[in-house]
């Protein structure tokens, strides 16, 4: 589609899939999903976070896909997957719940990584029959459970309730973002990823971003101001690890240090210093290492011989 923007070459260019279907939620919502690596292989599914796509995922499916199935879909509105007038968290729980069973066979387990607005998504659907089901380890990048406007940082002043409105008005913004240019790199960078970021990675990111349609934007940023996952937290009882960067300004470290202290069964948090919201794009090596130990861990591997 036209405004599938992403790089087309490097280490960011989204790889092809295996193959593609389209998962029904709830309500009816179309979702994009798509299935990269050899069937039978421990799976991994990758939720990916407001105003991205499947393409944020590029670096850990390409090195995932070697010896995993893994499986990425578009959150509705987002990519491929059709906009929605239903834009809630339980909306979010119904599409992973939807995912779940429309890639995995009765019984099986993935390790589930959610970035931001994706793990928001996991947080939501930890109650859920089909997650509770499938859902054998969790990874959380870069998110938060609540109070996420009054918190954030982009807006460079002391926390009170001025800040608070003013990241309100930034985040939910109307205005279209228009081309990526080099101004829009730099406002891009300087609010959602680390001062030592790559070129490279701001220009994936950047283009992932701008491809966003500004409505569905503008509708998710509500639902993110409203936010209180609080509870679904407490209900995530699956081994989760958390990953958070220090220059994060969007979901600053202090969500990270919360959700820590609050899951059931923590496996421990990684702060990463310098690194902003981004963290996939950020730190690809550090965020698949992370899904690698959660599988070797916590996904059992029967082989052929003696299944």
Do not use: N
């Amino acid at each position: 589609m036209s405004r599938l923007l992403h790089v087309d070459s490097g280490p960011y260019a989204p790889p092809a899939p295996a193959r593609e279907l389209t998962a029904v939620s709830a309500d009816g919502a179309r979702l994009h999903v798509e299935i990269h690596g050899p069937d039978g292989a421990p799976a991994v599914v990758l939720a990916h976070g407001w105003t991205c796509s499947t393409a944020f995922w590029a670096a850990q499916i390409r090195a995932l896909a070697t010896d995993h199935r893994v499986i990425a879909y578009d959150q509705r509105g987002h990519g491929r997957s059709p906009a929605s007038p239903a834009c809630t968290t339980d909306a979010l729980a119904d599409d992973l719940e939807a995912v779940l069973r429309a890639t995995l066979a009765p019984g099986e387990q993935a390790v589930i990584a959610g970035h931001s607005m994706g793990g928001m998504t996991v947080m939501a659907a930890s109650g859920r029959t089909a997650f509770r089901e499938h859902a054998a380890a969790v990874l959380l990048c870069s998110t938060g459970s609540s109070q996420l406007v009054a918190a954030s940082t982009v807006v460079p002043m002391r926390p009170g309730r001025l800040r608070t409105w003013l990241t309100r008005r930034v985040l939910g913004s109307r205005a279209p973002l228009g081309p990526v240019t080099p101004l829009a790199r730099r406002i891009l960078k300087y609010g959602t990823m680390g001062p030592g970021s790559a070129p490279d990675m701001v220009e994936a990111c950047a283009r992932i971003v701008h491809a966003c349609p500004r409505k569905v934007r503008h509708a998710w940023s509500h639902v993110l101001d409203l936010l209180d996952l609080d509870h679904g937290v407490r209900e995530l009882d699956v081994p989760t690890a958390v990953v958070a960067g220090t220059a994060d300004r969007l979901t600053p470290p202090v969500h990270a240090r919360a959700l820590a202290a609050a899951l059931p069964h923590c496996t421990g948090l990684t702060e990463l210093p310098g690194i902003g919201h981004m963290t996939p794009v950020e730190a690809p090596e550090l965020v698949t290492g992370k899904i690698r130990e959660l599988v070797h861990a916590h996904i059992q591997v029967v082989s052929e011989e003696s299944a």
